[in-house]
């Protein structure tokens, strides 16, 4: 059952403890997973391509370049020189790539810190892919920005340009049949009754944000957008504290197990036919799948059932790479439920 | 393909920085997880009651309990009276679980570390579920000799009663077509030749041990015996080095690439049916699945080459509960290929 929760990220940036996460296996597999999925990778691959007359002898920067695939298409779509910032050891990786495809005359790989690099001029087109699960966990956004305000050209291109999370209750049978009934047949299976564990284990799963691929059937109102980013405005300021006030109304009789949260970038769209890259439950699936809030109890709701409440992001005081969630809600003006959640370290760790 | 290497396991028994760990919901999967592998908790039950003549009236130690089920086995078995320490949380669930099923005369629940629980009696049968990734990561099997040293009576009974870990030379295609290919087809897929990366996701792969389950085919030669452990008298400083030197014949031609390790745990054979719980590759699968070092390079094997070396298993200075492996292998005589293996933290987390 755990597989449902296994793609996890990390691309840290910075040394430190996790030097030698950076220089382990978990390394490659996470590059494996970006480069392994398809839609993220062919998103942005098409957003550059379609950008090709902004990029046409131009100067970019690719924020956390990874293995250095967005440089390359960056390069291949025409432009004139690619500064490609990487912090961790792959930046070793993505130097060979760039020799590889004959682009060492427009690519540049620099191992560094975004914050520590300098750059010997300013660029027209800056390109990431920042975003991390709930689109600001472990993200590179603050980097991005940080760039941004150091390096673009004034009238310069943001690669994505503009990004939107979105939230919506959820039903979620599976939660209840693979985690919950677990210990319900435990007597069963062993002759020791364990249904009493139940409680614990519903509170357990339900602490942290879970990663897990719901679809849209799961989703029991109309999504709702809680923040938009527009890139080229969007200040270190603004992803301190993300607040959204809502009220749902259910599309009919279910199990209201909790939220799902997940986010679209967008990109320039010199092309009517220009898709964006969603990580929404009514798109393809990604490696970011969603990220879902369970409550401790499920409540059934019936058509019209009113859900009230607020959502908050931060990121932890400890850590600014993880997040917290607070929830308050109330279904049709019953008691109002608070929770916390947390989006820790082990969010970092391959499965 | 992460999905291969998803179970994770940990029961960590000190407090600490593991502290929230415990309270995580990875503390609850892998719970699930230890229950849910019926090869594991059926095997136990069945040497439980095979041992009935051996329990009945008697005083069991239970050394981490978790969520108790072994300790209720024994008490179901006839057990007079039984000590089931758990340093987690989980021990307030293990509570619960004892009072639900009746058997709160039977059973006494302790919540600390084994080496600071005080017993009021000396015990007739130790029973423990210690055993880690290759059998020593992570592993409580010096908690358990602790306990033994401390309580057991002369001429009491262990449960499990040894311990066998075997290792054998594998064959995995499946690695070098889902890892090392992966980058090949990067050209084909998104127009960008990352070839290069191969050496580099070949190497970060095979520096740590890898959990993940093979089948018999995969095993190159006849399994050999690491190291055996009598429960009885293994000492700690039996545990501190596992040395083995080895030589193997192959079985024919194949990709010669790596090792795989397992282990059996032995239980008192009372009835002639009963079967020990083994982890082999020859054997249904376990949560343990089994443990792969891969070599750098694979090498082309025929029939009776000749694999020598050696093989040394000690835990981490820095934390007893990590594994440091080390291999030195030459195939046909020819140059000694030195590998450094690492089981470290991110073993601990559930995926």
Redesign the interface.
């Known amino acids: ?3 449902e ?4 990220r990390s691309r840290l940036s910075n040394g430190g403890s996790d030097k030698s996460y950076f ?7 996470v ?3 970006m ?2 999925d ?1 839609v993220r ?2 998103t942005y ?1 098409k957003a550059i391509f379609n950008c090709y007359q902004s990029l046409k002898d131009k100067v970019v920067l690719d924020v956390g370049a990874g ?1 250095g ?1 967005l440089s ?2 960056c390069a ?1 779509a025409g432009a004139k020189k690619v500064y490609a910032i990487e912090a961790s050891n792959i930046a ?2 993505a130097k ?2 760039v ?3 004959g682009l060492s005359d427009q690519i540049v790989v620099m191992q560094c810190l975004l914050e520590d690099a300098f750059l010997p001029e300013k660029v027209d087109v800056i390109v990431s892919e920042w975003m991390g699960y709930c689109l600001l966990y472990e993200s590179m956004l603050s980097s991005v920005i940080t760039a941004r305000d150091r390096w673009l050209k004034p009238g310069g291109l943001m690669l994505p340009s503009a990004a939107a999370l979105y939230f919506a209750p959820i039903c979620d049978d599976e939660i209840t049949v693979e ?1 919950v009934n ?1 210990w319900n047949d ?1 007597e069963e ?9 139940l409680p ?2 519903r509170s ?2 339900s ?2 944000v ?1 990663v897990k691929t719901i679809s849209c059937e799961n989703v029991l109102s109309h999504p709702q957008l809680v923040v938009q980013f527009d890139l080229l405005k969007v200040s270190h300021a603004d992803v301190q504290l993300v607040q959204h006030k809502f009220k749902f109304n259910s599309f009919g009789i279910a199990d209201f197990q909790g939220f799902a949260l997940w986010f679209d970038v967008l990109f320039p769209a010199h092309d009517v036919a220009m898709s964006n890259l969603s990580t929404s439950p009514y798109k393809p699936e990604t490696h970011w799948k969603q990220s879902l809030l369970y409550l401790n109890n499920e409540v059934q709701v019936v058509q019209d059932s009113q859900l009230e409440g607020t959502l908050e992001m931060r990121p932890c005081k400890d850590n600014h790479r993880f997040l917290n969630i607070k929830l308050t809600c109330s279904v049709d003006g019953g008691g109002e439920v608070n929770k916390s959640y947390f989006m820790g370290r ?1 969010y970092l ?3």
């Open positions: 059952m755990a597989g929760f296994k793609a996890k220089e382990s296996y978990a390394d490659i597999t590059h494996e997973e480069l392994g398809d990778t062919n691959k293995t695939i390359c298409f291949q070793k990786q060979k790539v020799e590889l495809n985690k677990f435990m299976v062993y002759g020791v009754d364990m249904s009493c564990i614990f284990a357990s799963i602490k942290d879970m082990k760790y391959m499965s």
